[in-house]
């Protein structure tokens, strides 16, 4: 008999976690013959790697050494849509090849594995988030990127972390109330800077909510020279402590425009092969995950970012014309991403002090 008892969402999000943590990442022994082939089969399949700045050093140096791109998702979604190449290979989570997939609609887009996912999106279910919309029809609703193509169909606007402050400040200057989701942290950071009526949902990263503002104290005395560099997803108390809060792109420049030459990095470690090629010399120190009541599953690192591995790469690429392929494609409803692209072509189209 099939059980009629609802799952919240984090039972979903521990059940999924328990699938990633199942299997940690470690280098290949192979890792050169991997890489040679992977290579081989991109010309092949006229295809190209957009690899996000979580994943492993591995994948972004093999985006890097076959012309693709390595950054946040919007750009990896952009680069994709104005590459000639037909095919996308999307190394992140689900939701980055999602918003690929509808911004190049006539792409084939695959990812190493569809099993990666994002708390984020895990946590604001589809149906559940309409129904919030519902409850509140006088609010704009604007959701961050990390969300699933039928969430980003249900809002009025897509941000994200780089352009949310611009974009919330916009709406209240004329007068609009928010529905935020799904990042309660970020939403809290950009309500507190824009002044603006915002209403949250109760969503949050589970890396970025790890970090303690004691530990970052107690590691900034060992290093009084550093500085510390947070993403608005972290907690308040994390945030109050940085000399920079921002997207992964503004926290790699900031290593560039800062004087420290040390930094604690609060955010997914991954983004350290980034951070060194643009300030090579300079000290990174992951921010603690540690703390009286901490209950870190990924100790600043995302899991399922953790997922996209050379092997499955490979793999998919492999058989890309076969069940491999076809398992590993991303699929977006053509009506639904009609949908989706309305708020998405919004945050395209704005333009900071509009």
């Known amino acids: 008999m099939t059980s009629s008892i609802k799952k919240t969402p984090q039972q979903v999000v521990n059940e999924y976690l328990d699938v990633a943590l199942a299997t940690p990442h470690q280098v290949p022994a192979n890792t050169d013959s991997l890489i040679e082939s992977i290579k081989t089969l991109l010309r092949k399949h006229n295809a190209v790697l957009a690899a996000h700045y979580y994943t492993s050093p591995e994948i972004q140096a093999l985006a890097e050494e076959t012309g693709g791109c390595v950054s946040d998702s919007l750009e990896m979604a952009r680069f994709g849509k104005d590459h000639p190449a037909q095919t996308l290979v999307v190394a992140g ?12 609609p006539e792409k084939r887009v695959v990812m190493p594995t569809l099993e990666a996912t ?5 946590g604001c279910p589809a149906d559940e988030f309409a129904a919030f919309c519902d409850a509140h029809p006088d609010r704009t609703v604007v959701v961050y ?11 009025d606007w897509v941000v994200t972390s780089s352009i949310a402050l611009d974009v919330v400040d916009y709406l209240d200057r004329q007068g609009k109330k928010i529905l935020w989701a799904p990042d309660k942290y970020l939403g809290s950071y950009v309500a507190s ?8 949902w109760d969503g949050s990263c589970i890396v970025h909510e790890e970090f303690k503002a004691r530990g970052i104290l107690d590691l900034k005395a060992l290093h009084p020279e550093a500085a510390v ?4 997803e972290s907690p308040e108390p994390v945030v109050a402590l940085a000399d920079a809060v921002g997207s992964t792109s503004q926290l790699i420049e900031a290593t560039r425009q800062l004087p420290n030459p040390t930094f604690i990095v609060a955010t997914d470690q991954g983004i350290f092969y980034k951070m060194q090629q643009a300030s090579p010399g300079k000290q990174l120190l992951i921010a603690p995950t540690g703390g009286s009541g901490a209950t870190c599953r990924s100790c600043a690192n995302c899991p399922w970012m953790a997922m996209n591995e050379l092997e499955n790469l490979e793999a998919v690429l492999r058989d890309i014309d076969g069940e491999r392929g076809r398992a590993c494609e991303v699929i977006v ?17 704005f333009k900071k002090g509009q």
């Open 93 to 104: 989570v689900k939701f980055m090849g999602e918003t690929s997939k509808i911004l190049s």
């Open 333 to 349: 409803e053509p009506e639904l991403a009609v949908k989706a692209m309305i708020p998405l072509q919004r945050m395209l189209d």
């Open 229 to 232: 560099l947070v993403h608005p």
């Open 145 to 155: 990127a990390n969300t699933s193509a039928a969430v980003k169909a249900r809002a």
């Open 118 to 122: 994002c708390s984020l999106d895990l």
């Open 193 to 200: 800077k824009t002044g603006a009526d915002v209403l949250l």
